[in-house]
């Protein structure tokens, strides 16, 4: 069964770039809510244990290296079947293959820095949630 929510970061190439703002007004125009937020920046130590399912990977150092590189912002949405409408709103990983209006398609640069980070499962939403965020900073 769908939840109702999902995990998401502005990823520091997006922030950088001054898209915080245009990224939040097109994820609220999808029609999702959100319920937690914050504007924050992982230390390569807290970067590490986030990506840790990618540490066999060859790019888990840049990964770690990248997300830990500057400001991100990190939030809980809410609306039904949470994780896979954003994983649509968001678009491929590779902005090449985005489709056109999805946020990575947008402001994306590379698949790389690909802009904006959305949990793949409803597992990994709970998960990448509880990892930011105490309960008592998640609202209804």
Request: charged share 25%.
């Amino acid at each position: 069964m769908a939840t109702n929510r999902t995990f998401t970061m502005i990823k520091p190439d997006a922030v950088s770039s001054g898209y915080i703002g245009a990224i939040l007004s097109q994820i609220n125009e999808a029609g999702f809510k959100i319920v937690a937020m914050k504007y924050t920046k992982l230390s390569a130590e807290k970067a590490g244990e986030f990506y840790a399912v990618h540490k066999a990977r060859p790019f888990y150092g840049e990964l770690v290296e990248f997300m830990s590189s500057g400001p991100i912002v990190a939030a809980i949405l809410e609306k039904e079947n949470a994780v896979e409408e954003f994983r649509k709103l968001i678009g491929s990983t590779n902005p090449a293959d985005a489709a056109p209006g999805t946020i990575r398609a947008k402001y994306a640069r590379n698949i790389g820095e690909n802009a904006i980070h959305g949990s793949d499962s409803d597992e990994n939403a709970t998960i990448e949630g509880a990892f930011h965020f105490a309960g008592t900073e998640i609202f209804e």
